[in-house]
């Protein structure tokens, strides 16, 4: 029966994967290495994919998912590969964006905006906008491999959200791909644009009536219940979708949605000046209690960025050739 099984699966793999050949202009790879290359990311997980794509354009991603949807596969999008909790691993197709979607499209100085698309990495971006004094604030330790996609999908942080916040702050607009396969814009809207949006007759106006639907009814549980605090990145945005106003943004609840709602294949997101100083101070604690208390009165001074290092991580730099020199400070 498994060997049945077995065969019946490969032969309606392949059948996707010609599909798929025939339906994009990007890569299509169902081979075991391939697979095994994509079936682990920074976590501890491994799960064998169904197979890999590599977009090289909107179109390309659209095909993709309309294909996985017609055949009942699931897909996945994926940056860098260096989520820790094993967002970018599942039996699924993954949609890998890094290679031929990295691209930034338009960079507005005056208004402080770029649009880009989600395949760059968080480094490269901000080396782009640098010379006009600009950078995209979300800075996760991964950076230099983490893509922007993945700092939409994760909501991710960094080490300076005390003064920045999170991605979702930053993000004004998306192009997306919906899981018909028919692409669309979210951003802020109002008024008539909202209307028009209801009256439609299509899944983007289905989303939109169940999005209010969901909002409406849960409001006060939403805010009641929603917890308050500065790095709450986990689960979807519901507090975020319909604030108090008659705006509704679906931005707010696509960044955190880790590619379960739908693909992003451009995105404009805002930019901040460079500080035009900084500077580091290093305190010394005996041990973590202490460091914690302490860090209650740091923050009355509004640092940028609040950092705690243990004895474990001091201890293994010593020992590292590449860390050591660095360390005579300690």
């Known amino acids: 029966m498994r060997l049945i099984q077995e065969k019946s699966r490969k032969s309606i793999n392949s059948k996707l994967q010609e599909e798929l050949i025939k339906s994009i202009q990007g890569e299509v790879r169902f081979d075991d290495i391939s697979r095994q290359m994509y079936s682990t990311d920074g976590s501890i997980y491994s799960i064998l994919p169904v197979g890999v794509t590599i977009p090289s354009n909107a179109d390309d991603v659209s095909a993709i998912i309309e294909i996985c949807n017609k055949n009942n596969v699931a897909i996945l999008p994926r940056g860098g590969g260096t989520s820790l909790s094993g967002q970018t691993v599942n039996s699924a197709v993954v949609i890998d964006f890094s290679k031929y979607m990295n691209k930034i499209i338009e960079i507005n100085s005056d208004e402080k905006w770029v649009i880009t698309e989600p395949g760059i990495t968080i480094d490269n971006l901000n080396e782009s906008v640098k ?95 929603f917890p308050r605090v500065n790095r709450r990145v986990g689960g979807y945005n519901l507090d975020l979708i319909h604030p108090n106003s ?85």
């Open 131 to 225: 010379k006009y004094n600009l950078h995209f604030t979300p800075d996760p330790s991964t950076k230099s491999r983490a893509n922007v996609g993945g700092a939409m999908g994760n909501n991710s942080c960094g080490a300076h959200s005390i003064i920045y916040g999170k991605t979702v702050d930053h993000v004004k607009e998306m192009e997306v791909i919906l899981s018909d396969g028919n692409k669309t814009n979210f951003s802020e809207i109002s008024g008539n644009s909202l209307e028009y949006k209801l009256a439609q007759n299509n899944l983007e106006s289905q989303i939109y009536k169940g999005v209010l639907d969901i909002s409406d009814k849960a409001k006060s549980e939403i805010n009641k219940r």
């Open 246 to 330: 008659n705006k509704i943004n679906l931005v707010n609840i696509m960044v955190g949605s880790e590619g379960t709602l739908a693909a992003v294949t451009k995105a404009k997101l805002n930019l901040e000046p460079l500080p035009k100083y900084t500077g580091l101070a290093i305190l010394h604690f005996k041990d973590l209690i202490e460091s914690m208390e302490a860090t209650v009165a740091v923050l009355d001074e509004n640092p940028a960025a609040v950092e705690h290092i243990g004895q474990m991580i001091i201890t293994q730099a010593r020992k590292s050739l590449g860390f050591s020199r660095n360390l005579d400070f300690l």
